[in-house]
């Protein structure tokens, strides 16, 4: 018999739980409760006893399935080994030995010893079992109670990424005393989340115990930034963009933003579905925080057409991006944008529009080359602010054609946003987007003596020089003529930048901003007093989400919202630098750049994932977020002018009056030139004189030389005579014309 101060350690909690005086031993001394932290584990059950299973994944990840599998091995095993058992000896459900029904375990407990030592199979069960039942083990100690739910845990194989800490994964939080900002009102309150959704907004709320309390006194409690424009791990000009899908994601969430917008942008060629698939594979399981996606269309044929109606309805994309820059890469021409737009306004999506004259592009490229100048400085000076201005104003007047939305990507320009400006107050469904870059620095910085420097800051649509377009650029975002804000986060390290060191049409186009995009615009626009927090949440998130019909579950602090936060600190400052931030790229174009404003605290998906400068963030936590269709938003207006703007036939009395005849060509057979019916009247078509001569003001000669009244034999002798008769009877003031024939006669 077990003595009386001999302790059963069960393989599983549980079994602890309901063995509250266990009279077994299986080993000696009891082992302590393990207490390993997984890197994969970002869940911490709260008030456990519901007894419901939680799942933090969007279905069962290769993680969930390999767990699940090992189990299912475990039991096979235990179970074939209790079948040969001859000695019956009672086992539980999970194969372990009962003490209280087997005397040889007890009869052993002294020495510390099992009766047999375990086979190889039996080793292996128990450290698969082991592994799960340390999982069960982490979640019951952080709230001191047995836990009977499945916990689904996210893992990526083979990647390394920081873990979340228990105590930044409570799924139950309460954001007290901040002030809550939304697109349309600032308001104290205090903010309720569980499960990753906002649960109540109020004052005096009613929370169920457990619930880790956030103190957001002088904060601001604002909808996390939506970053409309990014290409993480882009295939680009012969490389790829160094900042992947985690990277990105991370560097996103440091700076306050917890939503993505990424672009599908294939090679010509590729079509629609094949280029998501791609994006998918690379985005899933590496995204940190959610993500949607925009479908760029490089070529156009009947079957892409196709495959945007299923992109649309089956995949959840509702933007598509056309270019018309990138000459023979990506460039359509006036005739297949038409054919895009029409197909974007049957389809209910949001055209967009990289907006550049990629035919002007070329040709100055090629001069600028011809003339030795291969450095940066050269792609600023191939893209004048009026290459961009044209390209604006033209796709607006195409879409417009076909009524279809239209949504201009990074707006570099004064002319750029002043033709939308016109546009918008003609009515126009256009929609603007600056991006950080230009609304934080000019185009200086490509005159710059270091080479690496000036590369740094080459993009496209380039920054320009002039250095009041930036804040030109803020007034129009906060008055309203622009919409939203994104990074065109697409970056590369000094390596892939030197492609272009002597020839800058090689330098790969892009730059930074995702993870600065927030404290770049709160600084330039509301610490200098040109916007409101409300407006800065709009041009930040709010109406971000509206745009692409994400909204009120994003964009939003309201009941029912994802739980998607960023408590603001509008008092607190930073120094932006490529040594400090979270991006994989070695530079940063908004280097020294003092910023007011940072977020102290970040939430995605009702997980703290920013707090006291540390990030925990869990690659593959985020989520890919559809976007539908027919945003009220954008297709409200659409849709009326559909029907009023109509065109309509105007009824009248049908014509009975004369009708001219038209003369044919008995040799063509076509019909002749109206306005010149025939050759023999080509010359002579004004009516004779009153005595029925010839009227003189009719020239008797052709551009061609040839001369109805002279044949080829006259000599100059012949002609000339006729000149001095004509300046006789005074008609001198056709000796011009008739000497300007002669000429051409003989050239």
Known sequence: MATENSKDVCDSPLEAASSPEPVGVRHSPPRAPPRRQFNTMFGVVVDAHDNKSIDFGSGESPYHRRMRLKLEAVEKSEAALASQNSTGKNKTEAGIESPANDSSACSSA???????????????????????????????????APVSEVVTVQHVKGVVAEPFKTKSAQNRLLLKGGQVVNDDLMVQADVYIEDGIIRQVGSDLVIPGGTRSIDCRGKLVMPGGIDTHTHMELPFMGTKSVDDFYWGTRAALAGGTTMIMDFVLDSKGVLPLEAYNKWREKADPKVCCDYALHMAITWWSDKVKEEMAVICKEKGINSFKVFTAYKDVFMLRDDELLKVFAACKELG???????????????????????????????YMARSEEVEEEATHRCIMLANQVNCPLYVVHVMSKGAADSIRRARSKGAVVWGEPIAAGLGTDGTHHFNSCWRHAAGHVMGPTLKEDPSTPGYLMDLLANGDLECTGSDNCTFNADQKALGKDDFTKIPNGVNGVEDRMSVIWEKGVHSGKMDPCRFVAVTSTNAAKLFNIYPRKGRIAVGSDADVVIWDPTAMRTISAATHHQKVDFNIFEGMTCHGVPKIVIANGRVVLEEKELHVTQGAGRYIPTPCFSQYVYNRIQCRDVSRAPKKVEREPYDGAIVEIKMDDKKGSVENPITASRDSMFHSRPPTRGGGRNMHDSGFSISGESLHWNAACTRECKALVIAIMRAVGCASFINDFCLVLMLSHS
């Open 110 to 144: 002294s020495t510390g010893n099992l009766e047999r030592s375990p086979t190889d199979e039996e080793k292996q069960a128990a450290e698969e079992k082991l592994e799960v039942e340390e999982i069960l083990e982490v979640v019951m100690d952080a709230h001191g």
């Open 349 to 379: 999506s949001l055209a967009q529009v990289h907006a550049e004259n990629g035919d002007v592009i070329a040709e100055n490229c090629k001069k600028l080359l011809a003339l030795g100048i291969t450095g940066p400085e050269g792609h």
